[in-house]
């Protein structure tokens, strides 16, 4: 097990609506990566928050947005929810963003958009 | 840019036999390259990476990896799978360095099945 946790666990959300989904980093990591995994599929890279900052960003609308707080958790959040939203979330987290540093994964938190 | 390329959606092997899972990779830089695990309602894990060192990555649980550019290949290997091995495998590529290389780029995943 990761020190990285995410909450809540399951979350069932209606087409329209909004979401925010938390997360807590593996101590002593200032880094924090969020990926979208579709049923069936490798999880897709969202975006990237070091020491605050949003470090890079994946290929996603702007209506996913997200926040690093300065004890380094994050927030994503999903607004104007569509179908095509439900996947699983991860976020990972690292002391540093590069491809060197090891990204150790949350459990996820499994989004329903009815 | 950079893709991941696993070859077969499922492998089936028997508890005992080795294990063989194949990935191909495309990085427009030198890339770094991983292998995670992923078993039902948990997190990912890492198995094992390379980051430019030696080209035989030994990892976790007895698997290994050989990086081999002329192939672009990074193929996990474990002599003798055991039930426990069961499970969902990425290949990861990220480039080294520069642009992106904080981006983890997954392959479509190769679930693993272990026949008692």
């Known amino acids: 097990e990761t020190g990285v946790t995410q909450s809540p666990t399951h979350l069932i959300k209606t087409r329209g609506q909004q979401v925010t989904l938390r997360c807590s980093s593996q101590?002593?990591?200032?880094?924090v990566s969020w990926y979208q995994q579709a049923l069936g599929q490798g999880p897709q890279f969202i975006f990237q928050?070091?020491?605050?900052?949003?470090?890079g960003r994946g290929n996603f609308p702007p209506r996913f947005s997200g926040l690093q707080f300065p004890n380094y958790s994050s927030e994503l959040n999903v607004n104007a929810l569509e179908l095509d939203d439900s996947a699983l979330y991860l976020c990972?987290?690292?002391?540093?963003?590069?491809?060197?540093?090891?990204?150790?994964f949350g459990p996820g938190t499994r989004l329903t958009v009815l | 840019a950079q893709s991941v390329t696993q070859l077969d959606s499922h492998v089936s092997v028997s508890e005992g036999t080795p294990v063989l899972l194949r990935c191909n990779y495309s990085?427009?830089?030198?890339?770094?390259l991983f292998w995670y695990v992923q078993h039902p309602n948990k997190g990912l894990q890492l198995l094992l990476k390379?980051?430019?060192?030696?080209?035989l990555v030994k990892g976790i649980n007895g698997f290994e990896a050989e990086f081999k550019k002329s192939e672009t290949s990074f193929h996990l290997t474990k002599p003798s799978a055991h039930m426990s091995d069961a499970a969902e495998y990425f290949c990861?590529?990220?480039?080294?360095?520069?642009?992106?290389?904080?981006?983890?780029?997954f392959g479509k995943g190769t679930k693993l099945s272990v026949i008692p």
């Open positions: 990861v590529v990220t480039p080294l360095y520069g642009a992106g290389s904080y981006q983890l780029t």
């Open positions: 928050y070091y020491r605050e900052e949003e470090n």
């Open positions: 390379y980051t430019s060192a030696a080209t």
């Open positions: 990972a987290s690292s002391f540093g963003g590069t491809s060197t540093d090891t990204q150790y």
């Open positions: 990085s427009s830089y030198s890339p770094s």
């Open positions: 101590s002593g990591h200032n880094t």
